[in-house]
């Protein structure tokens, strides 16, 4: 089961995220709603946020460029990854993502409103018992287990990331830090290369995710996070209450959220 949604907050006057939702085989890809379930009978499943960056509209167009790209390369990848051991679709997922940061950077270079745009990448790929995962900037990847307590499986690519992880600072730290939106690696954005974060994790009945932008994190701790997936589901669903309560809580950016449920 899924739900996405992306707000752009209270106070921006675009919104420069984008998420992507869709089905996939060697043949073809399917968009998926914005809310839904299905099985992984017939195909893999894709979900990713991107927050594009850049002056004017460059960002918007950035993060959009992200997901088109994805589109068109994803399909491609599954045959691959079936006529290979299961152990080259990382090395899939890293070839999509260095693919993508070479288009963003050609347009950066080519037409002058492109120059030095950019965008991050928090993209989840599930297919039957494992989720593969490739990550670059400071958009995040939940992970509840059933039963478990909430852990953060992507590394945030900024300086205050590196920090927190190294047990310098804590959470409340983190989100103060003057420096805390200062991106060590994005797609595009003038960088020469780039090294995503890529994993995987063996998931199982009951198991749920979260794919968010900052938007989110900079207004939610990680405990209120946790509390909206550990939450009973009602009418309305799971990630349009994150947004919500995220645009509620602050909404100084754009607000982005994906939850995925394993039933």
Sequence with gaps: MWSGMTHVGRFRQNNEDSFLALTY????????????DSTLADGDFVFAVSDGMGGAKSGEFASRM?????T??????????????SSGFSDVLEE???????????????????????????????????????????SRIY?????GKLVQITEDHTHVGWLRRQGKINEREARTHPAKNRLTQALGAGQQNVRPHIGTVRYQPGDRFLICSDGITDALWDHRIEDHLKAPTDDKPRAFKVVEHAVSESGRDNCTAICIEVE
């Design 25 to 36: 085989d060697a043949r073809e890809v399917r968009y998926l709603g914005k809310i839904g």
């Design 66 to 70: 992200v997901v088109q790209q994805l």
């Design 72 to 85: 068109r390369l994803m399909p491609r990848s599954y045959k691959q990854a079936a006529q290979g051991l």
């Design 96 to 138: 999509v993502c260095h693919k993508v940061h070479a288009e963003i950077s050609q347009m950066g270079r080519v037409y002058n409103e492109c120059s030095g745009m950019g965008a991050t990448l928090s993209l989840a790929c599930f297919t039957p018992e494992i989720m593969y995962f490739v990550h670059v900037g400071d």
């Design 143 to 147: 992970y509840l287990p059933a039963g």
